[in-house]
């Protein structure tokens, strides 16, 4: 993740201290969400966010689904009693957060029973939805369960999100789930995927947002996995427009007294866009960000280092679009045993990728920020792990 308002906006937020341990000139105040999590000494020591998919279920049909849910329960999810000893792994392991994923997660129904049991551990649980089931019934489970944070994810405003969802009222819905969760005070925050069809609605995002007093948006760049495509993705130019917009749209919400915390996900080519940014608008700045954007090391620490991902099965993979490389099985060794093993050679040169890159992102001068950024998207464009990112844009 790239913090587009503590980078270029110069606004701390929540998870600034798993994302950029120390600043240059002192610590980076913890939030309460993560009051006792020790800041590792290098970003290459962290724990990781581990994305729980608990379900392949849906009740959505979305054109980028990156695990092909559907209707139907997967015939071999991980069991109650299961999860609570993967949990239990988990805690003893010290995750910072495990992410509550799918399918859509509220379709599970033990959902709120194996949060609850995470909460109790001192796993940090965290919500990824569509929002669409959050009735106010609901929205007060989530809060009393424990969810340090609900992220609902939208792919546009109203026709073009139901579009992209595949169901007609799919917007209205997850409308009415943001609401419902800032009645009972449910942290909650917007996901969007951006695409070629919806990135020219990121103004209206943003209208949003500050309309509805939503604190918190992630904007997740497109990875090729399950449904989601490469000709769905923005070219290099419209890439560049959408971050422009990002960060002009956060800097003014936030000059304006807006606590705003905004986020893009999934291509750390943007942390070098917005210290180039910088070098222009303020160079003494700029390399202030550049130190905690070197320390963090983007991709580098990333897929099978800072985050993780255990499907419904149990199968580990070293993020949620890479389900097609799995590194075993929490049914027959612990997740914390099979993320530690660098026995398997893909395992070990994601946890040591910078001298395996090729291509430009071999001699690349901003490769301590970006890291080689996501290396399944390079692996699904040129079937080699270690190739360039076909999204950089730089």
Same mark, same amino acid.
């Given at each position: ?78 069991? @109650? ?6 949990? &239990?792994? /988990?805690? %003893?392991? #010290? $995750? =910072?957060?495990?992410? +509550? ?97 919806? @990135? ?6 943003? &209208?949003? /947002?500050? %309309?509805? #007093? $939503? =604190?918190?948006?992630? +904007? ?113 060794? =612990? ?60």
């Amino acid at each position: 993740m790239i913090n587009i308002s503590r980078i270029y906006a110069d606004h701390s937020t929540t998870g600034d201290p798993l994302r950029y341990g120390k600043e240059h000139g002192g610590s980076v105040a913890h939030s309460h969400h993560f009051k006792g999590h020790a800041t590792a000494k290098a970003a290459s020591e962290r724990r990781p966010v581990v994305v729980w998919n608990i379900s392949k279920r849906c009740n959505l049909k979305c054109i980028h689904c990156y695990t092909n849910s559907d209707c139907n329960v997967a015939e071999n999810e991980l069991s @109650f009693e299961e999860g609570k000893v993967l949990i &239990d792994n /988990l805690a %003893e392991f #010290k $995750i =910072p957060a495990l992410l +509550f994923s799918g399918g859509e997660p509220l379709m599970r129904p033990d959902v709120f029973e194996l949060a609850a049991y995470a909460a109790g551990k001192g796993v940090r649980p965290v919500l990824s939805t569509n929002g669409t089931l959050i009735t106010k019934e609901v929205a007060r489970k989530i809060k009393d369960t424990g969810f340090i944070y609900a992220g609902i994810s939208l792919d546009g405003v109203k026709e073009t999100n139901d579009l992209f969802r595949g169901v007609n009222g799919a917007f209205e819905l997850a409308m009415a789930g943001f609401r419902n969760c800032r009645e009972v005070e449910q942290r909650v925050g917007l996901r969007l995927t951006l695409t070629r069809q919806n @990135f020219l609605d990121l103004h209206k995002i943003f &209208d949003f /947002l500050i %309309e509805e #007093k $939503i =604190p918190r948006a992630c +904007f997740y760049h497109l990875v090729y996995s399950g449904r989601g495509k490469s000709s769905d993705d923005l070219s290099h130019e419209e890439t560049a427009k959408a971050l422009d917009i990002i960060c002009s749209r956060t800097k003014s919400a936030i000059e304006s007294g807006i606590d705003l915390d905004i986020l893009t996900v999934d291509n750390h080519v943007d942390g070098v866009y917005l210290y180039k940014k910088l070098l222009k608008e303020d160079p003494k700045r700029a390399e202030k960000m550049r130190e905690l954007l070197e320390w963090n090391g983007g991709g580098a620490n990333s897929s099978g280092v800072g985050i993780g991902n255990i499907d419904w099965e149990g199968n580990v993979h070293p993020d949620q679009f890479w389900q097609d490389l799995t590194l075993g099985n929490v049914r027959n060794r =612990p997740f914390s045993e099979i993320w530690q093993d660098t026995s398997n050679e893909m395992m070990a040169g994601l946890k040591n990728r910078l001298p395996l890159l090729k291509g430009k992102c071999k001699e690349c001068k901003y490769l301590k920020m970006c890291g080689g950024s996501l290396r399944v998207r390079a692996f699904r464009v040129t079937d080699d792990p270690w190739q360039t990112d076909p999204a950089c844009y730089i």
